[in-house]
């Protein structure tokens, strides 16, 4: 098989080494990733320190650069996400806001560099909202250059209102078991596709 790379990127509001939901939906993504011979790592981003923008670099010890040279390297986009007040996190809304310079950013056949990539989505929460949030990020991607495999969404979502969270869970929830390896099933099945003939030239 074609070696394909992934990147998880996850947006909890809570920095290493804190327990995240988001951290281990998304570590559980590329675990079922790696078992269709996709290697990656596990990202938070408040770990690192992103600037607010929408360039490829905001200067001034913005560490969006080194994550956007990882995502560039990778076939695979994994955005892991909590839900807040129904609204994906604002960390979730300010990675999208940087992956917005990748609309000016284009190959010598005027392809944006994010042609050919993959996105799927891992979402929890203890409120409604999984939809919503995944509905955002998915235009999102797709409109700077991601594509979309069929059923690219895993999530969980606790009783309303409940104290509840994922990472609380045991075992985890069979239905969630069963849409995160069809998440990675899908996603690698079209990353090796695209990988193999990408999009023709603009």
């Known amino acids: 098989m074609t070696d394909l790379r992934a ?19 998304g570590t559980q993504v590329l675990r ?3 078992q269709h011979g996709v290697t990656g790592e596990v990202v938070r ?17 913005d560490e969006w650069p080194q994550l956007r040279e990882k995502m560039l390297a990778s ?3 994994v955005i892991a996400a909590p839900i807040w007040l129904g609204q994906p996190s604002s960390v979730c809304k300010m990675v999208l806001e940087r992956l917005d310079a990748e ?6 056949e005027g392809r944006m560099l994010t042609y050919g990539k993959v ?5 929890v929460g203890n409120e409604d909202g999984a939809h919503h949030v995944a509905a955002e990020c998915q235009q999102a991607l797709n409109e700077v250059g ?11 979502v606790g009783e309303a209102l409940g104290s509840t969270d994922y990472q609380d869970v045991t075992p985890a929830p069979e239905q969630t078991t069963s849409m995160t390896k069809t998440v990675a099933a899908n996603t690698a099945h079209l990353a090796r596709v695209l990988k193999e003939s990408g999009y023709p030239a603009v």
């Open 7 to 25: 990147l998880v990127l996850v947006c909890t509001l809570k920095p290493s080494p804190a327990d995240s939901s988001s951290s281990l939906l």
């Open 32 to 34: 079922e990733l790696e």
């Open 45 to 61: 981003v408040v770990d690192h320190q992103v600037r607010f923008g929408v360039s490829t670099d905001e200067g001034d010890g």
């Open 75 to 77: 076939d695979i986009l």
């Open 103 to 108: 609309l000016s950013e284009t190959d010598d």
């Open 119 to 123: 996105a799927a989505i891992a979402v």
């Open 146 to 156: 991601f594509s979309l495999p069929a059923s690219g969404v895993t999530y969980w």
